[in-house]
C-alpha cells in the first residue's frame, strides 16, 4: 500500500521569502509523484509532475521540486513567494500500475505582506 | 474545451433526502474519479471508473453509488443524505493509458446535510 505524509499541516510566510513545504511517501513499487494546487473555492489545478527522467521537475508559477528516492521525498520550493501563492497544496503518489493518485493530508501555505 | 464540469456548485439537503451530483468531461478520458474533500483529511476517493461501464469502490464508498452513463458522464448519487456527508466533492479524469496519471479536476460541488 502506498502513503503520503505531509509534515505541516500550514506554512506561514512573509512575502518574497523562500518557502518549502514537505512531502514524504511510502511505497513498496517506483512511483510517479505529484504536486497539486487548490485556491481558495476552487479545483485542484496540476503545479508539477515526476514520471522519470531528471530528479529536478519544474512547474508552474515558479515552483519546483525535488525527487529523492532514497529519503523518499519530493519536496515543493519557490525561491520567492507572491501575495498570490497563497492556498493549499497537495501531495500525490501513484504507482505505475494503478490509475489511482493517493493524496496527502495538505498544507495550507500562507504569504503575508 | 471546458475539461471536467461538475453541477451544481452548492446544495443544501435534509437528513434522508437523496441527490445526484453530476460530472462530465469532454478530453476523451477513460478514467474518471469521485472525491470527497474535508478539512485535515485531504482527499479521498469515494468510487472510480477506469472505463465507461466499469466502476469500483475507493477509499470510502459507504453511501454512494455511481453511474458511469457513458465515455463524458460519471454521476455521484447519495440516497439517503446524513450529516456526515456534509462535504465538498470534486470530479477528476485522466487518461491512463497514455502513461501519464495526471488527473484534471472540476471546480467541485460544496454540499451541506442538515
Known amino acids: 500500500a502506498q502513503s503520503v505524509t505531509q509534515l505541516d499541516s500550514q506554512v506561514p510566510v512573509f512575502e518574497e521569502a523562500p518557502v518549502e513545504l514537505r512531502c514524504n511517501y511510502s511505497?513498496?513499487?517506483?512511483?510517479?509523484l505529484f504536486w497539486y494546487v487548490q485556491y481558495p473555492n476552487q479545483g485542484l489545478q496540476l503545479l508539477l509532475k515526476y514520471l522519470s527522467g531528471s530528479t529536478l521537475v519544474k512547474g508552474i508559477n515558479g515552483f519546483e521540486a525535488e525527487f529523492n528516492k532514497s529519503q523518499t521525498s519530493f519536496h515543493l520550493r519557490k525561491p520567492s513567494v507572491h501575495i498570490s501563492d497563497t492556498a493549499e497544496y497537495f501531495c500525490?503518489?501513484?504507482?505505475?500500475?494503478?490509475?489511482?493518485?493517493?493524496f496527502g493530508t495538505g498544507t495550507r501555505l500562507q504569504v503575508f505582506p | 474545451n471546458a475539461g471536467v464540469t461538475q453541477t451544481p456548485k452548492f446544495q443544501v439537503l435534509k437528513t434522508g433526502q437523496s441527490m445526484t451530483l453530476q460530472c462530465a468531461q469532454d478530453?476523451?478520458?477513460?478514467?474518471m474519479y469521485w472525491y470527497r474533500q474535508d478539512p485535515g483529511m485531504g482527499l479521498r476517493l469515494i468510487y472510480y471508473s477506469a472505463s465507461e461501464g466499469t466502476t469500483d469502490k475507493g477509499e470510502v464508498p459507504n453511501g454512494y453509488n455511481v453511474s458511469r452513463l457513458n465515455k463524458r458522464e460519471f454521476s455521484l448519487r447519495l440516497e439517503s443524505a446524513a450529516p456526515s456527508q456534509t462535504s465538498v466533492y470534486f470530479c477528476?479524469?485522466?487518461?491512463?493509458?497514455?502513461?501519464?496519471?495526471?488527473?484534471?479536476f472540476g471546480p467541485g460541488t460544496r454540499l451541506t446535510v442538515l
Open positions: 500525490a503518489v501513484s504507482s505505475y500500475n494503478t490509475d489511482k493518485l493517493i
Open positions: 511505497s513498496s513499487v517506483s512511483v510517479y
Open positions: 477528476a479524469s485522466s487518461d491512463w493509458s497514455s502513461g501519464h496519471n495526471e488527473q484534471f
Open positions: 478530453m476523451n478520458h477513460n478514467s
